[in-house]
Each structure stands twice: as structure tokens, then as C-alpha cells.
């Protein structure tokens, strides 16, 4: 199982950004699936996350901005990044809890992160 996550880059102050992360290889079921960011010099930060069901959490600091949103039948998930602020510089990562064909529990697997950058 691989996921791989693409769309980030370099936005203006108050631009937009959509990142995907695709779910590839023998799977079965994807439970949970979300994002992550880490700026420099600061810790790993939970930013969204959706479940199987469609239930989504986002962080307070980015709650009327971002968007997460998931395909289950293309195993994808998408974070719509709106009204975007420096702050919001940082390599997004993805993540998701699949239960592979061959396997009997659920693994918690990365992307290998997106890069995006805002400038003022």
C-alpha cells in the first residue's frame, strides 16, 4: 500500500490550493484518512481528518478555510486550502488506516508530503 499525495506549491497570501492523496496497491478498506502539517522548526500538526462515513474534524486554526473531502471509490483524499496565510507554510503529509487484502488489521500509512509555500 502507497499513498501519494501531489497539488501543493507556492500560493499568494489569500490564494488557494487543492491537495490529493491517493491510496494505491491491494486494499481492502480505508478507515480514517487525513492530513498533517509541520513547519520549520515546529512540531507535526494534526490538520483534518475524515472518516469511512464521511464525518470530518478540522483544526480550530484553520476551521472556516480548509476543506476535507474524500472519494472513497478512487481511495483519495482532498484537503481544499482557502484564504491561505504564511503561517500556513509546511510540508502536508497524508495519512489513512487501511486494512489491506491480505491483512486481518488495519496499518496506519504516510504520504511522502507536499510542500506549500504562501507568500505575503
Known amino acids: 500500500v502507497q499513498l501519494q499525495a501531489s497539488g501543493g506549491g507556492l500560493a499568494q497570501a489569500g490564494g488557494s490550493l487543492r491537495l490529493s492523496c491517493a491510496a494505491s496497491g491491494s486494499i481492502f478498506s480505508i478507515r480514517v484518512m487525513g492530513w498533517f502539517r509541520q513547519a520549520p522548526g515546529k512540531q507535526r500538526e494534526l490538520v483534518a481528518v475524515i472518516s469511512g462515513g464521511g464525518s470530518t474534524w478540522t483544526v480550530d486554526s484553520v476551521k472556516e478555510r480548509f476543506t476535507i473531502s474524500r472519494d472513497s471509490a478512487k481511495n483519495t483524499v482532498y484537503l481544499e486550502m482557502n484564504s491561505l496565510k504564511p503561517e500556513d507554510t509546511a510540508v502536508y503529509y497524508c495519512?489513512?488506516?487501511?486494512?489491506?487484502?491480505?491483512?486481518?488489521?488495519?496499518?496506519?500509512?504516510w504520504g511522502q508530503g507536499t510542500q506549500v509555500t504562501v507568500s505575503s
Open positions: 495519512t489513512a488506516d487501511v486494512l489491506a487484502v491480505s491483512s486481518d488489521r488495519y496499518v496506519n500509512y
